[in-house]
């Protein structure tokens, strides 16, 4: 049977008190504290609750709590389950070590007897023990790279510096800020106002607007690991076991402690018309059974994006599904300014006509300036090279170079995301 690992709920108060009390002898590092105190410390904002579900019945459970310095282990409880015991302990231990790594928090200790099971597997996991102080420690590395069910996945830890590094779409990049990302980062001052953090949301625009970039850069800005679901992958296996496998990805994906969970092109599963869907219908009703067991999760956010937010189903982005339906569209002067700023400041020290160039790519979206800002670098630089000319970039160079470059938008296109704006926005 399957182990899922997943965080505390309040409806699993009982099960962790029979769980406790039915682990009196193997329960370790518990025995300095009260039962009445780790109830209390269940609810604490510090505590990191942890359980090990067997198909809806607790295996294991642990409890720590942060504090300024160091992150404390309380209780680790384990039903006997022989082989598997230890495998469970060290499912538990890794999620609460990379929860404990994702606040910043860099060492795990717990204070515990030397002869208590919990030692042997701090041991296990490469704890430094002291026999005279009963103390265990671990330093924790900040993440740089997915492991465990992470790798697996084929998920990303997106560098703490993305969110800043977005320039231009201020509108876009504020409202993500206000209605997303504060409430999910500042949880009990949300919950002090009645502010109930959002589990699920929905980016439209026109492509090459950054609706990717932006779920990257979420989970840049929480700490939390970047996990793709690909539908397109998904179409390419046969019908009977598609819903099988978005069923065991999402299962996989509630195993790690937090994640930006994102689907990509969701009008390919949640189209209105049938024929313009790439999967069939059972993968559809399937990720419909999997939002509301992402909604459960409080350290999961589940980001969908589409090109083609009115062929979606409106069933499908129904307030009960998901908290907000957000624009990202296309960049307009103020913001395509500072993009350009950005990519002139990186590949030239001349003097550039920035105005000219913010006026001369009116439909380009920020990819298209990229790939402008690189094309007027490449011209510099075979000049140089064939010619023997030292200057770098020049205005002409940007402007040669967004004449040669085709936009990805058409009027129509921003006219039909202004429209799709007016009936479809939430937030």
């Given at each position: 049977?399957?182990?899922?690992?997943?965080?505390?709920?309040?409806?699993?108060?009982?099960?962790?008190?029979?769980?406790?009390?039915?682990?009196?002898?193997?329960?370790?590092?518990?025995?300095?504290?009260?039962?009445?105190?780790?109830?209390?410390?269940?609810?604490?904002?510090?505590?990191?609750?942890?359980?090990?579900?067997?198909?809806?019945?607790?295996?294991?459970?642990?409890?720590?709590?942060?504090?300024?310095?160091?992150?404390?282990?309380?209780?680790?409880?384990?039903?006997?389950?022989?082989?598997?015991?230890?495998?469970?302990?060290?499912?538990?231990?890794?999620?609460?070590?990379?929860?404990?790594?994702?606040?910043?928090?860099?060492?795990?200790?717990?204070?515990?007897?030397?002869?208590?099971?919990?030692?042997?597997?701090?041991?296990?996991?490469?704890?430094?023990?002291?026999?005279?102080?009963?103390?265990?420690?671990?330093?924790?590395?900040?993440?740089?790279?997915?492991?465990?069910?992470?790798?697996?996945?084929?998920?990303?830890?997106?560098?703490?510096?993305?969110?800043?590094?977005?320039?231009?779409?201020?509108?876009?990049?504020?409202?993500?800020?206000?209605?997303?990302?504060?409430?999910?980062?500042?949880?009990?001052?949300a919950g002090r106002h009645g502010v109930v953090p959002?589990?699920?949301?929905?980016?439209?625009?026109?492509?090459?607007?950054?609706?990717?970039?932006?779920?990257?850069?979420?989970?840049?800005?929480?700490?939390?690991?970047?996990?793709?679901?690909?539908?397109?992958?998904?179409?390419?296996?046969?019908?009977?076991?598609?819903?099988?496998?978005?069923?065991?990805?999402?299962?996989?994906?509630?195993?790690?402690?937090?994640?930006?969970?994102?689907?990509?092109?969701?009008?390919?599963?949640?189209?209105?018309?049938?024929?313009?869907?790439?999967?069939?219908?059972?993968?559809?009703?399937?990720?419909?059974?999997?939002?509301?067991?992402?909604?459960?999760?409080?350290?999961?956010?589940?980001?969908?994006?589409?090109?083609?937010?009115?062929?979606?189903?409106?069933?499908?982005?129904?307030?009960?599904?998901?908290?907000?339906?957000?624009?990202?569209?296309?960049?307009?002067?103020?913001?395509?300014r500072p993009i350009w700023r950005r990519y002139i400041?990186?590949?030239?020290?001349?003097?550039?006509?920035?105005?000219?160039?913010?006026?001369?790519?009116?439909?380009?979206?920020?990819?298209?300036?990229?790939?402008?800002?690189?094309?007027?670098?490449?011209?510099?630089?075979?000049?140089?090279?064939?010619?023997?000319?030292?200057?770098?970039?020049?205005?002409?160079?940007?402007?040669?170079?967004?004449?040669?470059?085709?936009p990805t938008l058409t009027a129509e296109m921003v006219?039909?995301?202004?429209?799709?704006?007016?009936?479809?926005?939430?937030?």
């Amino acid at each position: 049977m399957q182990v899922l690992i997943r965080d505390y709920r309040s409806e699993d108060l009982a099960q962790i008190l029979q769980l406790w009390e039915q682990t009196t002898v193997v329960d370790s590092g518990g025995r300095g504290l009260a039962v009445e105190q780790a109830i209390r410390l269940l609810s604490d904002e510090r505590a990191i609750v942890l359980l090990a579900d067997m198909d809806g019945r607790l295996v294991g459970a642990v409890l720590a709590a942060l504090s300024p310095v160091t992150a404390w282990i309380y209780r680790l409880s384990l039903l006997p389950a022989g082989a598997d015991e230890q495998a469970i302990a060290e499912r538990l231990l890794e999620q609460l070590e990379a929860r404990v790594a994702l606040t910043g928090t860099r060492t795990l200790a717990a204070v515990i007897d030397e002869r208590e099971q919990l030692a042997g597997y701090l041991r296990q996991r490469g704890y430094r023990g002291s026999d005279e102080l009963r103390y265990f420690e671990r330093d924790l590395l900040p993440p740089t790279a997915p492991t465990g069910v992470l790798l697996e996945l084929g998920g990303q830890l997106i560098g703490p510096g993305l969110w800043d590094a977005l320039k231009g779409m201020e509108e876009a990049k504020e409202i993500i800020e206000r209605r997303v990302i504060l409430p999910l980062s500042e949880p009990e001052l949300a919950g002090r106002h009645g502010v109930v953090p959002p589990r699920a949301i929905v980016l439209f625009g026109p492509p090459g607007t950054g609706k990717t970039t932006f779920a990257k850069g979420i989970a840049s800005r929480l700490g939390w690991p970047f996990v793709e679901v690909l539908p397109a992958e998904l179409a390419a296996e046969g019908a009977e076991r598609q819903a099988k496998l978005l069923a065991d990805a999402f299962g996989r994906i509630l195993e790690l402690a937090s994640a930006v969970v994102f689907v990509d092109e969701v009008e390919d599963l949640a189209a209105t018309r049938h024929e313009e869907r790439r999967v069939t219908p059972s993968i559809t009703n399937e990720f419909l059974k999997q939002i509301p067991r992402l909604r459960d999760a409080p350290h999961h956010l589940l980001v969908c994006a589409t090109n083609w937010v009115a062929r979606l189903d409106p069933a499908f982005l129904r307030p009960g599904r998901f908290d907000y339906v957000l624009p990202v569209g296309p960049p307009n002067a103020d913001a395509r300014r500072p993009i350009w700023r950005r990519y002139i400041e990186e590949i030239t020290d001349e003097e550039v006509d920035l105005e000219a160039l913010v006026r001369a790519s009116e439909l380009f979206t920020p990819a298209d300036i990229e790939f402008a800002a690189r094309k007027a670098a490449q011209r510099a630089f075979e000049r140089e090279h064939f010619q023997r000319e030292r200057h770098r970039a020049r205005t002409e160079d940007f402007l040669v170079a967004i004449a040669d470059t085709k936009p990805t938008l058409t009027a129509e296109m921003v006219s039909g995301f202004d429209d799709d704006t007016d009936r479809f926005a939430r937030f």
